[in-house]
């Protein structure tokens, strides 16, 4: 797939659900009592792994009337065993939530995953979820193929994350739900939060307290009977910030999206963009499912280059693809911190971007938790087909990348954007963009 230069980027779009948040309403609406309906839910590869999953454990999942889907629950305890593996393709997040889910369950499970999952580590989840009663067997180094064999009498436990990670804080929390008493979660750093909200929302006992230095503490009470809801899942801002930054970096541009979801915690990259200079307007805040949404209204804006601290990462940890495009059109230099988290997502994303930065003609310097990015205030050379290692947001980066370069950029597989933004080319084609099918 090949992006060329856009006169401009305009008009208004609606980017698809929060893939987060999806994730959790399907896994929530499995656990409850009845039927609970989702508006919004992403319809993309990543969450129809979910969904299937959850129905090889006895759950029914369906696309209902209205565009809503009907998730009726088995109540907190009551999955049955599958009776095939678990395949979760690319979906780092679906997997690490549902080996939480299974683990406090009397059964066997088999999770496995494409080539690109079954690189990333599952140990930081394994470690808590072995205190409280499940055992796992692993290929070396703790990846999958992983075997999980659930506790019948779970354990409460008390865990203090060794890094902030939501993923590991929310695997612990579901398993928690099927443990008598009270599961305790330390974070150093306030991670995002979506499992604490939608728990909350389903009737869950859940306390959350700021700690001093920035971190927190957070007590489910486990065990409960919750009750079906209706979940509205706002729009993903992982998913908007590519017309967002499209819309900075093209001339003469103005996109308004609808809808998306501002968590304080997943806003860091409205922040950063706003340090560099960017004009970006929010309007119509509101709380939908206990999440807080917002309209945005996006103009081209001349940047500027920011040092992004590394207590930021939780908060934007999927953006520095996007945010390292938007850097390379900056004036000046750009240095982000603490980007260990990266060397382990779908792809070595720290290296991914350093490289593709580099063939589009930017100079960067890539250290093992930091990159730096010097711009200068220019549009790149572009010019480059780019290697994405199946990630869909470093694809993704690097086409948003040839909107505003001088030469187009393309990318070598452009198939796993659906992981998380089925249509993406389309929607932006729609805005003004310049992507087509072949090189």
């Known amino acids: 797939m090949i992006s060329r230069l856009a006169e401009a980027i305009a008009g208004e779009v609606s980017v698809a659900g929060d893939k987060s948040i999806s994730h959790r309403a399907l896994i929530l609406g499995a656990t409850a009592v009845g039927e609970s309906r989702i508006s919004g839910l992403l319809e993309a590869e ?14 029914i999942v369906e696309p209902g009337n209205g565009g809503a889907w009907r998730v009726i629950g088995r109540g907190v305890g009551g999955l049955a065993e599958p009776e095939g593996v678990l395949d979760m ?9 549902l080996m939480g889910l299974v683990a406090a369950h009397p059964f066997t499970s088999i999770f496995s995953g494409d080539a690109s999952l079954r690189k990333r580590p599952m140990n930081r989840v394994m470690e808590p979820l072995r205190k409280m009663g499940a055992a796992f067997a692993t290929r070396a180094g ?8 659930g506790t019948e009498s779970p354990q409460p436990i008390e865990y203090e994350l060794p890094v902030a990670s939501a993923q590991v804080k929310s695997a612990v929390l579901l398993a928690g739900l099927n443990a008598p008493g009270r599961t305790t979660i330390v974070e150093p750093r306030a991670s995002r939060d ?13 306390v959350v307290k700021d700690l001093p230095g920035g971190g927190r503490g957070i007590t489910l009470t486990g065990q409960p009977e919750i009750s079906a809801q209706d979940v509205t899942v706002p729009g993903d801002c992982s998913s908007a910030a590519f017309p967002i930054v499209a819309a ?10 609808r809808g998306v979801g501002v968590n304080p915690l997943r806003s860091g990259l409205l922040d950063t963009l706003g340090e560099m200079g960017a004009a970006i307007g929010i309007a119509n805040r509101r709380d939908e499912s206990a999440e807080p949404v917002a309209d ?10 920011v040092e992004v601290p590394a207590e930021r990462a939780p908060a934007m940890i999927d953006e520095y693809p996007i945010l390292a495009v938007a850097a390379a059109f900056a004036q000046g230099t750009t240095r982000m911190l603490g980007l260990s988290e990266l060397r382990v997502k779908e792809s070595d994303r720290l290296a991914a971007m350093a490289k593709g930065l580099e063939a589009c003609g930017v100079k960067v310097k890539e250290d093992a938790d ?45 198939s796993c954007i659906g992981t998380s933004f089925p249509g993406f080319a389309e929607a932006m084609n729609e805005l003004g963009a310049r992507i087509e099918a072949v090189w």
């Open 89 to 97: 393709g690319n979906s780092g997040t679906g997997a690490r939530l």
């Open 296 to 305: 945005l209204t996006v103009e081209s804006s001349p940047l500027h280059g």
């Open 142 to 149: 703790g990846l999958l193929p992983v075997t999980v064999t």
């Open 194 to 206: 979506h499992t604490e909200r939608i728990l909350a929302h389903y009737g869950a006992e859940i």
């Open 46 to 59: 990543d969450v129809s792994r979910t969904a299937a999953a959850l129905g090889a454990l006895g759950v």
């Open 248 to 257: 900075l970096l093209a001339p003469e541009s103005t996109v308004t999206l």
């Open 370 to 414: 930091s990159l730096t990015i010097h711009g200068s205030g220019r549009p790149p050379r572009g010019g480059a087909e780019i290697t994405v290692d199946m990630d869909h947001r470093v694809a993704m980066a690097f086409l948003v990348l040839g909107m505003a370069a001088k030469e187009p950029v393309g990318v070598d597989d452009a």
